[in-house]
C-alpha cells in the first residue's frame, strides 16, 4: 500500500500450560517544545483539551471530503488532548483553502486552532489530499502538507493528517496511522472461538487472519509491520509462530521439543523471544535468530519465566517470574545476565511491555482482588496505576509512547473481553469499539 510521502507426560505438560495461562492472563504531559498559545494544560490528572475548528474538507467528492475530514476531527478528540469545536458554531465556510481565513470569526468562537483540506479524485484510482493548519490566535499557518494514496486506504490519508496536527502541535509523534493486532473473540464462553485480526488503531477496516480452527493467544507485531508472532495450540501443545501479513503465510518459530509461547520479536525484527516450557511445569526464556535459526537460552531458574519483553535499544528485558514465590517484574541484559526484581508492591505482577521510549514499563497486578494496568520506571521506581477493573489485562504502547491500550473482561454470563484505551496520565479511558469481544492487542509501529 504505497503512500507518498514431545513431552512424555500429557498431564505435566497440562499443567504447565495451565501455570502460563495463570502468568498470562493473570505521568506525562504535553511536551515542552508545545507552542505555548496552542497548548492543553494538565492538574492533577485532569487535561484541558485544545479548542480546534475541522471544517467540512472541500472537494469534488464532497462525501469523501466530508468523511475524511471526519476522521480527521474522531482522531484529534479521542487522543483527549483536543476539543474539536461544533460545526454548527463556525461563522466561516471554508471555499479556498490557499486563502487565510478570517481569524476574527475563528477567535469569536474560541478556536485557538483550524484545521482545512482539499480532497482531490486523481482519476487514476488514487485519491490526493492538502491539508493547512492555522494557530487562530497567532493569527499564522502552522504546517501544509499533501498525500495521495489508493482509494481504497482514504482512511490512512486522515490519520495522516491527524498525526501532523497532533506534532505541530505537542511536540509528540501521532500514533494515529497503526494499526492494531488482536483475538476476535465469538461465541458462548464454554465454547469461545478466537481468531487472529487486525484493525485500525481506531477499531475501522476489521480484517480475519485465522479461522478459529485453534486456539490463538498473544499476537505481537515486528517492528517491520508486514509480520506478528503468535502463540498457537496446536497438535496438542502451544506452539510460536510468524505470520506475513501481506501473503498470510505462517512458518513454525523454531523446532522445540515442547511448548512454546509468549513470543516477542528484538526491536530490529531479527530475533524473537519466547518462553520455552517443561514437564515439570517450569518455562524459561529462550532468543532465536531469525536468520541463523539459532538458539539460546536466557534465563536458569527453577520457576516460570515468561512475558519477555525488549527494551526499545534491544539491550535488555523485562520478564515476569515467580523464582522468589511471588510473581514479580524483572529486568536483565538481553544476554541472560544481570537479572533484578524490579517491582516492589504488594500483590502478583505480569505482561510487562517496554515503552517505544524507554522510559516506562507497563504491567498487569493483581491485588485485592483488582487487576491493575500499571507503569513503572525500568529502575522500579514511580509506580503508579492507571486503570483498574474487574478482570484487566495486557497492556500495549502506541509508538509514540503516550497511550496504552489493554483489555478488559466483563462480569456476567453474557460477559466478554473488550479493548480500552487510556492515556499514560490515567486520563481519557475509552473503549476501542470492535465488532465482536477483543482481547490480546498490540500496536504497529506507524505505518508511515
Not at 235 to 245: R, T
Not at 316 to 339: H, K, T
Not at 380 to 388: A, H, K, Q
Not at 402 to 423: E, K
Request: neutral net charge.
Amino acid at each position: 500500500m504505497p503512500i507518498m510521502k514431545s513431552y512424555d507426560s500429557r498431564n505435566a505438560m497440562l499443567s504447565v500450560l495451565s501455570a502460563v495461562m495463570a502468568a498470562l492472563i493473570g505521568a506525562a504531559g504535553l511536551s515542552s517544545s508545545a507552542f505555548a498559545q496552542l497548548k492543553g494544560t494538565q492538574t492533577e490528572g485532569t487535561i484541558a483539551p485544545i479548542p480546534i475548528a475541522v471544517p467540512f474538507f472541500v472537494g469534488d467528492d464532497q462525501k469523501l471530503a466530508a468523511d475524511i475530514s471526519d476522521v480527521v476531527q474522531a482522531d484529534l478528540e479521542r487522543s483527549g488532548l483536543f476539543r474539536p469545536l461544533d460545526r454548527a458554531s463556525f461563522l466561516e465556510q471554508v471555499r479556498d483553502i490557499n486563502s487565510a481565513p478570517r481569524f476574527g470569526d475563528w477567535r469569536s468562537i474560541q478556536a485557538d486552532a483550524l484545521v482545512v483540506g482539499r480532497i482531490v479524485n486523481g482519476g487514476d484510482g488514487r485519491v490526493g489530499a492538502e491539508f493547512r493548519l492555522w494557530d487562530v490566535a497567532g493569527g499564522k499557518q502552522l504546517a501544509g502538507q499533501r498525500f495521495s494514496t489508493s482509494a481504497q486506504n482514504w482512511r490512512r490519508i486522515a490519520h495522516m493528517i491527524a498525526d501532523s496536527v497532533y506534532e505541530r502541535m505537542t511536540g509528540e509523534k501521532g500514533y494515529f496511522d497503526t494499526r492494531v493486532v488482536f483475538v476476535d473473540e465469538t461465541g458462548s464462553k464454554e465454547k469461545r472461538i478466537k481468531r487472529l485480526a487486525i484493525m485500525d488503531q481506531d477499531g475501522a477496516n476489521v480484517r480475519l487472519l485465522s479461522k478459529g480452527d485453534e486456539l490463538v493467544l498473544t499476537p505481537r507485531f515486528s517492528p517491520t509491520n508486514q509480520e506478528i508472532t503468535y502463540m498457537s495450540y496446536t497438535s496438542d501443545q502451544p506452539k510460536v509462530f510468524i505470520m506475513n501479513l501481506e501473503s498470510g503465510r505462517r512458518e513454525l518459530v523454531g523446532d522445540f521439543p515442547g511448548m512454546t509461547f509468549a513470543p516477542r520479536f528484538s526491536p530490529d525484527g531479527q530475533r524473537v523471544v519466547m518462553s520455552l516450557g517443561t514437564p515439570d511445569g517450569r518455562s524459561s526464556i529462550y532468543e532465536l535468530d531469525l536468520r541463523t535459526r539459532q538458539s539460546r537460552r536466557l534465563t536458569q531458574s527453577d520457576g516460570i519465566d515468561t512475558s519477555p519483553s525488549y527494551s526499545p535499544d534491544g539491550n535488555q528485558i523485562a520478564f515476569e517470574s515467580d523464582r522468589d514465590g511471588a510473581q514479580r517484574l524483572y529486568v536483565m541484559n538481553s544476554d541472560g545476565s544481570g537479572a533484578r526484581s524490579i517491582s516492589m508492591g504488594d500483590g502478583s505482577y505480569s505482561t510487562p511491555v517496554w515503552s517505544p521510549r524507554g522510559d516506562y514499563i507497563a504491567f498487569t497486578k493483581q491485588s485485592g482482588g483488582r487487576f491493575l494496568i500499571g507503569v513503572m520506571k525500568p529502575d522500579g521506581s514511580g509506580e503508579r496505576v492507571l486503570t483498574e477493573g474487574f478482570h484487566n489485562e495486557g497492556p500495549t504502547w502506541a509508538p509514540n509512547g503516550r497511550v496504552l491500550m489493554f483489555w478488559r473482561d466483563s462480569q456476567g454470563g453474557r460477559g466478554g473481553p473488550r479493548i480500552f484505551s487510556v492515556d499514560i496520565t490515567g486520563y481519557n479511558e475509552r473503549q476501542v469499539q470492535t465488532p465482536s469481544f477483543a482481547s490480546d492487542p498490540a500496536w504497529s509501529p506507524l505505518l508511515n
